[in-house]
C-alpha cells in the first residue's frame, strides 16, 4: 500500500502545510477516514465542495456501501428494496478526490500514528477520523455465535437474511403451512421492536414472532407514552413479549430467564439478536482514552481525549462531557462539525465546539404503514407519521446518492 513518504526531517505538528525543516518545503498531511458511517458520508460531501489544502485523504471501509439502518426495518417489512436503504461510498470518495481503500481495521497504535487492516495493511496517518459504530460482542451470549442472526455487522446481516428469507419460503411453501415458523427476537431497544414488527409483517401467515425485552418492558428509555403506544402495536399484531433476560441459544431453541430466576425454554427457529452496541475490540489496545465501556472517549471538539490527532463520532465515541445515546441521529449530526474540525485542525485553524441536541425525535416504524413518533415526553402515531419517516429516510439518502447503488461486492 503506497503511503505518502513521511521521513525523520518532516516536523509532524497540528497545523498544515508541515514542512521540511530544513527546506521548508510543506508536505501533505495524511487524512485517514476510517468507517464509511453516518459522519463520514457527510465528511466526505463536504471535501467535495471545499477540499482540505495540502491533504491526502484516504476512505477505508469493508464494503463499497453504507447501509442505513433508518430504513432497515423497512426493507424487512418489504416496503424497500435493499438498494433503496444504501449509499455508495466510491462515487462520494471520488467526487471528493479521496482514495477509497476496501479494508476492516483490526488494531490501532495511538502513538505510532498507524492503523492495521485486516489484509496486514498499514495506513499511517498524521490525522485519524473514526466512525466505524458499534459491534455486537459474539459470545454475550453462549451459543449465540453458532445459531444466533446478529443485527452487526448490517451488511453481514442483509446477506443472511437475503438467503434466509429463500429458506423461509421454501421451507414453509414445502410444508404447506402446516406449521408456523417460531422467531424470537431478542432486544426491546427501539430496533429490536422495529425488528419484531416488521418481520411479523412480512411473514403474516407464515411465522409466530415472539419479542425477549429483557428485564423491562420495550423501549424502556422512552417516556411512558411512546411505551405504551409501543405495547398497544405489539399486542395488536399478537406479538408476545417476554420481559426475560435471554441466557443461552440453541439449535432450534433460546433459554431465558426471568427476573426470579425461573428458567424457561422457548422453540426458536431463528433467533435474532438485536441486543445493544458494543465497542470495537481493537480499541482495547490503541492506546486511546476509552469510556468505561470501552468506547473513544471525546471531547466538544470531536477529538480524543487523550490524542488530539484522533476524531471520532457516531457510535463508536462517547462524548465524555455532554453524553447521549448511541443513536444515527446523533452521528448524523456530528458530521458537519466533524468536517469543519478535520479541515481546520489539518490546516491550522481553530477547532468548532459542538454540542450534541438534548433531545431527539425517534420515529419507530410499525411495519404496517404507521409509525410512532417520540419526542421528548410527546408521541404519537398514524399513517402520517410512517409518510414522515419515510419522507426523511429517503431524504438522507438522496442528500448523499451519486451515481447507481453499490452491491456489496463490488
Ligand atoms: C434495526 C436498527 C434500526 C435502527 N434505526 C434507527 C433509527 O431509525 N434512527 C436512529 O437514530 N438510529 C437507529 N438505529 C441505530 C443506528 O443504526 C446507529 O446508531 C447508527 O448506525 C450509528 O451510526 P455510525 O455512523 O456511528 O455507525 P454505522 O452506521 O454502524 O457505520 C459504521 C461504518 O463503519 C464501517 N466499519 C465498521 N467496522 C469497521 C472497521 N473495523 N474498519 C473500517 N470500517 C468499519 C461499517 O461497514 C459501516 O459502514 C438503528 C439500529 C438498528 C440495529
Known amino acids: 500500500m503506497p503511503t505518502t513518504p513521511v521521513g525523520e526531517a518532516w516536523r509532524i505538528s ?31 460531501q463536504a471535501f467535495a465542495k ?21 430504513m432497515v426495518p423497512g426493507w424487512i417489512s418489504g416496503r424497500y428494496p435493499l ?20 479494508g476492516e481495521a483490526v488494531s490501532l497504535d495511538a502513538a505510532h500514528r498507524r492503523l492495521r487492516l485486516a489484509d496486514g495493511t498499514l495506513l499511517d496517518y498524521d490525522v485519524l477520523s473514526l466512525d466505524t459504530g458499534s459491534v455486537q460482542r459474539r459470545d454475550r451470549i453462549p451459543g449465540a455465535a453458532e445459531h444466533a442472526l446478529f443485527v452487526r455487522p448490517m451488511e453481514t446481516f442483509a446477506t443472511r437474511w437475503q438467503a434466509l428469507q429463500q429458506e423461509i419460503e421454501f421451507v414453509t411453501s414445502a410444508e404447506g403451512g402446516r406449521r408456523l415458523l417460531a422467531i424470537a427476537v431478542v ?12 418481520l411479523h409483517h412480512r411473514l403474516a401467515g407464515a411465522a409466530r414472532v415472539t419479542l425477549v425485552s429483557g428485564p423491562a418492558e420495550p423501549v424502556p428509555t422512552h417516556p411512558a407514552g411512546t411505551r405504551s403506544r409501543v405495547a398497544e402495536v405489539l399486542r395488536r399484531q399478537r406479538i408476545p413479549v417476554m420481559r426475560m433476560t435471554c441466557v443461552a441459544i440453541a439449535d432450534r431453541e433460546v433459554v431465558l430467564r426471568s427476573s426470579g430466576g425461573a428458567h424457561v425454554t422457548l422453540a426458536s427457529d431463528l ?13 482495547a489496545d490503541s492506546g486511546l482514552a476509552l469510556d468505561e465501556a470501552g468506547f473513544v472517549a471525546t471531547g ?41 474540525n478535520l479541515a481546520r485542525f489539518a490546516t491550522g485553524g481553530a477547532l468548532e465546539r459542538w454540542r450534541p441536541q438534548r433531545r431527539s425525535l425517534n420515529l419507530l416504524a410499525c411495519g404496517d404503514g404507521t409509525a410512532i ?8 402515531q398514524g399513517g402520517w407519521v410512517w409518510r414522515w419517516k419515510d419522507r426523511i429516510d429517503r431524504g438522507f439518502i438522496d442528500r448523499y446518492r451519486l451515481g447507481a447503488p453499490a452491491s456489496p461486492a463490488a
Open 14 to 44: 497540528p497545523g498544515l502545510p508541515y514542512r521540511h525543516e530544513e527546506t521548508g518545503v510543506p508536505a501533505v498531511k495524511r487524512i485517514v477516514l476510517c468507517g464509511g458511517g453516518h459522519a463520514h458520508v457527510h465528511v466526505l
Open 373 to 380: 413518533a417520540s419526542w421528548g415526553p410527546f408521541s404519537a
Open 83 to 102: 438498494d433503496a436503504c444504501t449509499i455508495a461510498l466510491p462515487p462520494l470518495a471520488e467526487a471528493a478526490r479521496v482514495r477509497w481503500v476496501r
Open 187 to 198: 432486544g426491546g431497544g427501539a430496533g429490536g421492536v422495529e425488528l419484531a414488527l416488521a
Open 300 to 340: 466538544p471538539t470531536l477529538q480524543s481525549r487523550s490524542h488530539p490527532e484522533v476524531f471520532a463520532a457516531g457510535d463508536v465515541s462517547s462524548r465524555t462531557d455532554a453524553p447521549h445515546p448511541r443513536s444515527g441521529v446523533y452521528a448524523v449530526r456530528a458530521g458537519p462539525p466533524l468536517a469543519v
Open 50 to 70: 471545499a477540499p482540505v489544502p495540502g491533504a491526502e485523504v484516504t476512505l477505508v471501509s469493508p464494503f463499497p456501501r453504507q447501509i442505513y439502518s433508518g
Open 271 to 283: 433467533t435474532l439478536l438485536a441486543t445493544g452496541a458494543d465497542a470495537p475490540a481493537w480499541l
